[in-house]
């Protein structure tokens, strides 16, 4: 029988899960269909879902989101069993106020110039879904109910606590 997940409207939920992740895996779409990823810093996400990623507007990424706006992010903190997928759409934002306002000097080992420098831009993401697994279960507990299935045959089965669907 299938398992039932849990969908929710609730944005505030996904944003949670993910505020302390700062690096996401970005994937975007090459004019080829080729799926192409790479790590992302994440800014302070916004309560309304809003994910803002710096990037130089020479690359190829930006090249690959105006082509093809849909992106997803994949988050993970296997510390905490905590894995977060995002589907949604990205824009490009040059908008010198909105760099000026995300901007913080760490960002100077990427962009030694600084916000003033023409070539930084912003990927704006706005989330059309959200899916996340949360499973804060004790080590302990995951190791006894994997060797458990180990010496009965049967499928283990930690699963998540809280697996849910998000559709803002």
């Known amino acids: 029988m299938a398992e039932q997940i849990a969908v929710s409207h609730d944005i505030s939920k996904l944003v949670d899960k993910i505020k302390d992740i700062r690096i996401a895996m970005m994937t975007t779409v090459e004019p080829d269909g080729t799926l192409h990823s790479r790590p992302m810093f994440t800014h302070e996400p916004e309560a309304n879902g809003t994910l803002w990623f710096f990037t130089e507007h020479d690359s190829k990424k930006i090249d690959e989101v105006q082509r093809d706006r849909r992106i997803n992010l994949g988050y993970s903190k296997p510390e905490d069993n905590l894995y977060v997928a995002i589907s949604g759409t990205a824009n490009v934002v040059t908008d010198r106020a909105k760099i000026k306002e995300l901007w913080t000097e760490s960002l100077r080992g990427w962009f030694p110039k600084g916000q003033d ?13 959200g899916e996340f697994w949360d499973s804060p279960n004790a080590t302990l507990l995951r190791a006894y109910t994997y060797a458990k299935a180990v010496l009965t045959g049967e499928t283990y089965k930690a699963g998540p606590d809280e697996h849910a669907i998000v559709k803002p």
């Open 117 to 129: 420098d023409p070539n930084v831009a912003l990927l704006k993401v706005t989330i059309d879904m």
